[in-house]
């Protein structure tokens, strides 16, 4: 057993991630990600929405395996972990405890320190897992199921919350207007695929408080404004089968739009208000292709940087809690006695 080893740049890292439906681990030699396993729990999608109880159960059940899967693809054995990061918030409580947990356990065995990562920072590092240029300052749209926030980042390890929303997450709208539509859950990437081959100006949906100064969100009037609109245009009673397909990538391209359309708004008028000139878009809705392309286009014709991470790094991982561990061990950051626990808590705010 290897006791209080020192963690230096080449140290080896184990990051595991098990907040919402994924159960994750990763591992970096040095700051090269060589592995980044990804188990993702698809029967949720038979009950409409993640079961915390079941979710907590599949990461007990895979946890041990697919560490063992990330560390054998990183071709290094156990004893060489260095360090360990692991996530404690925010997320299901139970299956946060798992990663936890089981981070402790191997903290113990091992002798090595382990060190406590909130979620949503890590989703704000995603990025610079792979684009070593990705630093702060830069502000962050950081857009998944359960979060959309911009975030001003001047340095490491501070996060200045600019606005969120007010009501539903973006993703969550996307997830919500999918299942009107009679997609499966998450439906995001399903009204992403259609509206690739849709029109998004053939409907006009709302804009949530695109015209207001302030960088917060809603999303609830444009779900409203859905539901209006397809029980107008389609009603049960003359639709008995749900909306006919030829009219789904209109309805599809024209919904994205009108996300895609306050979230690029916003954001970059946070930017232009701070004189940030990076922008870093986050979290599983950064990878809807819509995004992208508008935020693509916004930053470089004003010559901004843009970063989005690949598409395996945009939903829940480990990499990412890895990149942000690893900095905060290399900065002295460790659980001492592993007296950490796991809180549903959002991002602390420190504010220089
Ligand atoms: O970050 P994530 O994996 O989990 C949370 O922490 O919430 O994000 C999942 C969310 C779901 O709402 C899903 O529908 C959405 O990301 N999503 C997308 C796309 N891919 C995933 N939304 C729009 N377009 C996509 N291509
Ligand atoms: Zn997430």
Redesign the pocket.
Known sequence: MKKNKTFHEDSILLAIES??DETSAAVFVGKTVKSNVVSSQYFHKNYGGIVPELASRAHIESIAQIVQMSIREADISIEDVDGIAVTTGPGLIGALAVGAQFAKGLGLRYGVPVVPVN?IEG?IYSSCVEHDDCQPPFVALVV?G?HTTIFHVPSFEEYIPIGSTRDDAAGEAFDKIAKMLGFGYPGGKIIDDFARQGNPLAYTFPRGMIHESHADFSFSGLKTAVRTFLQKEFPKEQFPQGVPIEYIPDICASVQAAIVDVLAVKTIRVAKELGIQTIVIT??VAANSGLRARMTDETSKRRWKLFTPSLLLC??NAGMIGYVGRKKILNGVVAENLDFTVSSQAIRAKRS
Do not use: R
């Open positions: 907040s919402c979620h989703h998944s359960g979290g599983g939903t829940d």
